[in-house]
């Protein structure tokens, strides 16, 4: 039976939508390394927990809160405990197998995101806040291992050991070596003009991707000798009427995921539409049809045969925006080969 009491899952167009979505806005979403268990966090300050079921079929587990809208989630590498960070300035921690969360963070400001390190000495629970600090975390003591003051508000982080990216407000970017976790080995300012969205690291750890609200996208590699291989293009644009070609409708970039087998990649939009990318070869592989609403998270499962991703809205027109009857809601896609596999001998368009 499922906690948010509901019934079953329906089909929306080949994809599945999820029972018993977040009241409110959906923040992020993600699946845990070990098995498709699917983490919701919601601007409702609730935290979900789904089952996915091999026919499809979708189940609500458990649900734990925090004290305000939770603004990001993630697992830790053995997939039995979910990681939370919101509003209420904490960090908290669930615990699959007993049931019951935990205040393992605390910041003076909203904490944005949360990362799990897996590092060779151990796990560490990465946390950046609105308060300027980048603080890490050793689960079984109360106070920061170590912190960071950061150029400004953290915006976006991501990691794949042993690189940590951080985004933050006024376009700054840093990366970390985590042998090395409180100097920046880079500070940069954003490739891209207007302010960041979302920082996603490669999975070969040797570059990061960038999304902000120009409808734009850059790739930056870490090493200054693969300098020449950095590059932005523009994307989730569109034309403003068939009888205005001229005039384009610019939409931010909300997530970039990467396919854990292939290594190609989501883009998401407030345009409604998800693409999939080759960044290392620039070609788009797929363009979903566009939604009535926002994406705001998208994330794989473990094999990368699921796509999870929320149709939310993504407050980018602010308070004023939120409009009554504004869908709110999570599907799943199968995904095939052909859709996120790269193909190496394929000729499309270059992205610029």
Not at 309 to 337: E, F, Q, R
């Amino acid at each position: 039976m499922s906690v948010f009491d509901t019934a079953k899952s329906t089909p929306v167009v080949n994809d599945i939508e999820l029972v018993d979505p977040p009241a409110d806005s959906v923040s992020s979403l993600a699946f845990s390394p070990k098995a498709d268990l699917l983490a919701v966090s919601s601007w409702d300050s609730k935290v979900r927990l789904y089952e996915v079921r091999a026919n499809g079929q979708t189940q609500g587990l458990a649900m734990y809160g925090h004290e305000g809208p939770v603004l990001d989630v993630c697992w830790n590498k053995e997939g039995t405990k979910i990681l939370s960070g919101g509003v209420d300035n904490a960090g908290r921690m669930f615990d699959i197998a007993t049931g019951q969360s935990q205040q393992v963070a605390q910041h003076d400001a909203p904490i944005r995101n949360v990362r799990w390190i897996d590092s060779p000495h151990g796990g560490i629970l990465a946390t950046g806040g609105w308060d300027k600090k980048l603080k890490y975390w050793d689960l079984r003591t109360p106070n920061p291992v170590a912190t960071v003051e950061l150029p400004e508000r953290c915006y976006s982080m991501d990691v794949k050991y042993p690189l940590l990216v951080v985004a933050t407000a006024n376009r700054h970017i840093q990366t970390f070596d985590l042998n090395n976790p409180t100097t920046p080995i880079l500070s940069i300012t954003s490739p891209l003009k207007n302010q960041t969205r979302v920082v996603t690291c490669f999975p070969s750890a040797d570059a990061f991707t960038v999304g902000s609200v120009e409808g734009r996208v850059a790739v930056h590699y870490t090493n200054v000798k693969d300098a020449s291989c950095n590059y932005s293009f523009r994307c989730h644009r569109n034309e403003k009427s068939p009888t205005e070609k001229d005039q384009l409708l610019v939409h931010a970039i909300n997530d970039i995921a990467f396919h854990p087998i292939y290594g190609s990649a989501t883009t998401c939009g407030s345009d409604g539409v998800i693409n999939i990318w080759d960044f290392e070869g620039r070609n788009r592989l797929k363009v979903f049809n566009a939604q009535h609403g926002p994406i705001t998270s998208t994330c794989f499962n473990s094999s990368g045969t699921i796509l999870a991703y929320s149709v939310s809205y993504d407050w980018h027109k602010g308070h004023m925006g939120m409009t009554a009857g504004h869908p709110n809601k999570i599907l799943l896609h199968s995904c095939t080969d052909e859709e996120v596999k790269k193909k190496v001998q394929l000729q499309t368009r270059r992205l610029r």
